[in-house]
């Protein structure tokens, strides 16, 4: 049986180097504060989720990096978000799978 898919070769590794970065903890802690369109800055991140700056941006690094977040730079702040709103529909998944009982 052949199986033909209507994504290209190029998308399908785009998603899944997406999903990669997704997959760390401290990074879908990252996602769920940036979701309803939440624009943050590495501080208010940081303080949120009670980590080093450094570490923070670290992340956010990958996540921009891979295509899940993008910056705005205002002033000396550069804001953080979700690059798509579906992204929000992983993220909201992710939630309500770890929520699930057997």
Partial sequence: MEIKLDISTERLEDAAKMLKAMAHPMRVAILNILLDGKRLTV????????????????????????????????GKNSYYFLK?????????????CTNCED
């Fill in 84 to 96: 798509n709103k579906n992204l929000e529909h992983i993220v909201e998944c992710l939630n309500k």
């Fill in 43 to 74: 501080t208010e991140i940081h303080q949120t989720l009670n980590i080093e700056q450094s570490t923070t941006s670290h992340h956010l690094g990958i996540l921009k990096d891979k295509g899940v977040l993008k910056s705005e730079r205002k």
